[in-house]
C-alpha cells in the first residue's frame, strides 16, 4: 500500500488525508502546533471547493456551520453600488458557496480525519525539518516546534506539504528564497455579533486598491437570537518605509487601530464602521503573497495549498485553491501509473492554471479590478455606474476571474464520472 506523509494539518493538509485516504492510500499527518486548535476568522468556500467537499461527503456538515452566499456586490467607498451578481445555488451552480469560520470548518476537517483514519492520525508538535530521498522512499526528520529537539523520523513513498505560506518543505527546497511579497497594505480582520444587513445572505466589497473593506454573514454561535456573525476584512495601504508587520495570523490588535480609518464608511444599508468598532477581537496581517517557483514536485515530493501558491487574497480564493489542489491529487492519483507520476501529473494540472490567478489577483485585486476602475474614473461618485464603466466590461472582469479560479459554473458543474458525486442524487 502506497504510504504518504502530508505536512500540515491546516485545510489543505486536511482535505487532502481525506481524499488520498477514501482512495485506500495509507496517509500521516504531521503538524507544527502542538493542538490543532479551532482558529482564524471568516474564509468563503466557492462552490468548485464545495464540491470537493461533497465528494467527501461532507456537504450537510458544512450546511450547519457555514453561511450560504446568494449574492456578490462591489460598491465604490461611497457605499454606491458598482456590480452585483447571483452566487451559489442561486446563480445555477449545483453546490452552495459558503461563507465559513476557519477556525470550525478545520475542526469539521479534523473530526472527519479522526473519525476515518484513526485518533492518532495527527501527530502534532511535529516541525518538519529536512528530508532525504533515497530509492523508493523519502524520509523526513521532525523537530519539536518549541525546543527544536527531534521528535522522529517517519518514511513513505511520497511526501506532501501543506505546510502554508512559509512552508518550512518549500524552504528546503529553495533555501535562498525571498520572503513574502508585501504589498503595503494591511489586513485587519474580525467578527462581530450585529444585526445582519442586506438579506443576511449577500457579500460585499466597497472601496479600492488603497483601502477596502469585505463584509459577509458567517453562521456560528450568537450572543442574541436576532443576530448575526459578520465577518469583515478592512484593509488599508500604510507608510512603506516603515517594516511589514509580522505575518502570525492570530496578532491580535485594538480596535482604535482600525476603526478611525474608516469612520466615514456609514452607508444607509450597513454601518461599516460599528461593526468594525464592536468586533469581538481584531488580528491584523500584512497582505501578502508569494513569488512563482519553478516547480513544486522533487522526485517522490510536492507541495499543495499556500505552501505551493500563497495569494492575495482577491476573489475569496486562497481555501478554495488549496481544496481544488486536492482534487487535481485525486485525479492524478486515479490515472496515473504510480504515486511519483501521479505527483507530477498533479503540478501539470494545476501549477500554470494557479499561478495564473496569482498573477490576476496581485496586478487586478481579481474581480475586485471594477472598484479599482471606478475609483479611477469617478472617484467623488457617479449618478450611474454604467455612465462609468459599461456593463459589458464589468460583466467581463466578472467572468474572466470565475474561469480563471476554475468556478464559472459551466466549468463547475461539470461532473467527471472518477473523482465526483452528483450532488443531485444525495
Ligand atoms: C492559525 C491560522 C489562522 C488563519 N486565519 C485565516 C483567516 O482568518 N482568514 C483567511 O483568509 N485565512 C486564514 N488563514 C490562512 C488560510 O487557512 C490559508 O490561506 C488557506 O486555507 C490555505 O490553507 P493551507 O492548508 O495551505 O495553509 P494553512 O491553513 O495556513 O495551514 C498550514 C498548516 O501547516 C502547519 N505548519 C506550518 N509550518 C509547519 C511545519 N514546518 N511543520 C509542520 N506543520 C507546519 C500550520 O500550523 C498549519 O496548521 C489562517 C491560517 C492559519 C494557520
Redesign the pocket.
Known amino acids: 500500500m502506497t504510504k504518504i506523509l502530508i505536512?500540515?494539518?491546516?485545510?489543505?493538509?486536511l482535505t487532502a488525508a481525506l481524499r488520498l485516504h477514501a482512495l485506500g492510500i495509507d496517509v500521516e499527518l504531521?503538524?507544527?502546533?502542538h493542538e490543532v486548535r479551532e482558529?482564524?476568522?471568516?474564509?468563503n468556500l466557492q462552490p468548485n471547493a464545495v464540491k470537493e467537499l461533497t465528494n467527501l461527503g461532507l456537504l450537510g456538515k458544512l450546511s450547519e456551520i457555514g453561511s450560504s452566499m446568494e449574492e456578490l456586490r462591489y460598491h465604490n467607498k461611497h457605499g454606491q453600488e458598482i456590480w452585483s451578481e447571483p452566487r451559489g445555488l442561486k446563480a445555477g451552480y449545483l453546490w452552495p458557496q459558503f461563507g465559513i469560520s476557519?477556525g470550525r470548518f478545520q475542526g469539521l476537517l479534523l473530526k472527519a480525519v479522526k473519525e476515518r483514519l484513526g485518533e492518532d492520525a495527527v501527530r502534532t508538535g511535529?516541525?518538519?525539518h529536512r528530508l532525504e530521498q533515497t530509492g523508493d522512499l523519502v524520509t523526513a526528520e521532525f523537530r519539536e516546534s518549541r525546543d527544536g529537539k527531534p521528535v522522529g523520523t517517519y518514511t513513505g513513498d511520497i511526501l506532501i506539504a501543506?505546510?502554508?505560506?512559509?512552508?518550512?518543505v518549500r524552504r528546503f527546497f529553495y533555501p535562498q528564497e525571498a520572503a513574502p511579497r508585501f504589498a503595503g497594505q494591511i489586513m485587519w480582520?474580525g467578527v462581530t455579533d450585529a444585526k445582519t444587513f442586506l438579506d443576511n445572505h449577500t457579500m460585499f466589497m466597497a472601496g479600492h486598491r488603497q483601502q477596502k473593506v469585505v463584509f459577509y454573514p458567517m453562521a456560528g454561535p450568537l450572543t442574541h437570537p436576532d443576530s448575526t456573525q459578520i465577518n469583515f476584512v478592512a484593509e488599508d495601504s500604510v507608510d512603506p518605509n516603515k517594516p511589514m508587520p509580522q505575518e502570525e495570523?492570530?496578532r491580535v490588535c485594538t480596535i482604535d487601530e482600525v476603526a478611525p480609518r474608516f469612520e466615514k464608511w456609514a452607508y444607509d444599508w450597513c454601518d461599516v464602521p460599528g461593526i468594525i468598532r464592536n468586533a469581538k477581537q481584531l488580528y491584523v496581517f500584512p497582505k501578502v503573497d508569494r513569488d512563482r517557483i519553478p516547480k513544486w514536485t522533487f522526485g517522490r515530493v510536492t507541495m499543495i495549498?499556500?505552501?505551493a501558491h500563497a495569494m492575495h487574497?482577491a476573489g475569496s480564493s486562497?481555501?478554495s485553491q488549496?481544496i481544488v489542489d486536492v482534487r487535481a491529487l485525486a485525479l492524478a492519483f486515479k490515472t496515473q501509473r504510480d504515486a511519483v507520476a501521479a505527483i507530477d501529473f498533479y503540478e501539470k494540472l494545476r501549477l500554470e492554471e494557479v499561478y495564473s490567478l496569482v498573477k490576476l489577483n496581485r496586478e487586478k485585486m481579481g474581480p475586485e479590478w471594477v472598484m479599482v476602475l471606478a475609483e479611477q474614473l469617478a472617484p467623488g461618485g457617479f449618478k450611474h455606474i454604467h455612465d462609468v464603466i459599461p456593463k459589458e466590461d464589468l460583466n467581463r472582469i466578472a467572468d474572466d476571474y470565475k474561469k480563471a479560479a476554475g468556478f464559472y459554473p459551466a466549468q463547475v458543474n461539470a461532473l467527471d464520472p472518477l473523482v465526483d458525486i452528483d450532488p443531485r442524487l444525495l
Open positions: 505536512v500540515g494539518a491546516g485545510i489543505a493538509g504531521f503538524e507544527a502546533a482558529l482564524g476568522v471568516g474564509i476557519r511535529h516541525y518538519f501543506a505546510d502554508g505560506i512559509h512552508s518550512a480582520r495570523w492570530n495549498g499556500d505552501a487574497p486562497g481555501a488549496a
